[in-house]
């Protein structure tokens, strides 16, 4: 997901190719890394800076997830974290500025040591917006259309702090608003005090993470399908990936909802300690479900 701008689009193009590793992928509580410094390119309007490294803690907003602010530090230097973005081909470019009179130098040589810093505060907020967006799903799943009448399928996310939701599509019962909110958080109750561990499986290809998520989706459908003494039950497998085939994706699974994520997440439900649905909005066929953590 790249911001529109014109001039940190430009920066990206800038920039030599090299994808940078995502830490934050492997331990959401993880707020302090080392790395090297890639590159450093002056946004076109000089109103900053942005760098990039060939690893990184800071999480890009993208999926739904704003991104992590910090601090980028060489010895006594300080780059202050403003905005992370991730380019097409796997870089994470770092926004931000330098402190008052330093002219950034030292951010210019490739291979300069440096110390990440991500706010463990934002960190864990964004971590627990996710994790709720997710727990949302399930309970939801859980639920199913006895409860909301259709069947409701889970598109857009949004898990900023201001507002969340999750986008379905399926078109509840205007009348039944109330009715459907109350057995949502009922079941998200249960869920969070159940402590259900957020599975999360790294370094997939694409086809690995589609199979994944594909097995979710056809196990449900064969619950829903009466079975006969004869019938049997065909495992899918993950594909055989390629030789240069892309490693960099990513499932997260509640329960029994899996989904393709890049996102921070909690390590069990029991850490959300609380989450309620505080509005149902239904538009164009679709129903919006709003919460709060």
């Not at 999480?59 to 991730?86: L, S």
């Not at 065909?234 to 960099?248: F, I, L, M, Q, V």
């Amino acid at each position: 997901h790249i911001h529109p701008d014109r001039d940190k689009v430009s920066i990206f193009r800038a920039c030599i190719r090299r994808m940078t590793k995502p830490l934050y992928f492997y331990d959401t509580y993880n707020f302090s890394c080392n790395s090297k410094i890639v590159s450093a390119e002056k946004k076109e309007d000089g109103s900053g800076t942005a760098l990039f490294l060939d690893e990184t803690i800071f999480h890009p907003q993208g999926g739904g997830q704003p991104a992590d602010n910090g601090q980028i530090t060489c010895g006594d230097k300080k780059f202050t974290v403003t905005d992370v973005k991730r380019a097409p081909d796997g870089r994470i470019a770092h926004f931000g500025t330098f402190e008052e009179g330093d002219s950034g130098d030292w951010a210019t040589s490739t291979n300069t040591d440096v110390t990440c810093t991500v706010d463990s505060d934002r960190r864990i907020m964004n971590a627990r917006l996710h994790t709720g967006g997710h727990l949302l799903d399930t309970a939801v799943h859980n639920l199913g259309e006895p409860v909301f009448g259709c069947k409701m399928v889970p598109g857009k996310g949004y898990h900023f702090p201001d507002n969340p939701y999750v986008e379905y599509s399926g078109k509840i019962d205007p009348k039944k608003k109330e009715e459907i909110a109350d057995a949502i958080n009922k079941e998200m109750g249960k869920l969070i005090e159940a402590s259900i561990p957020v599975a999360v499986t790294n370094e997939l290809t694409l086809e690995e993470a589609k199979c994944l998520v594909e097995e979710q989706e056809s196990n449900q459908e064969k619950e829903k399908e009466p079975q006969s003494s004869s019938s049997t039950t065909t495992e899918t497998t993950s594909a055989e990936p390629g030789k240069d085939e892309n490693k960099g994706f990513r499932v997260v699974a509640i329960g029994p909802c899996k989904c393709m994520c890049g996102g921070t997440h909690l390590r069990n439900t029991t850490e959300l300690k609380q989450l309620t649905v505080t509005k149902l909005q239904i538009k164009k066929g679709n129903t919006r479900v709003y919460y709060t953590v």
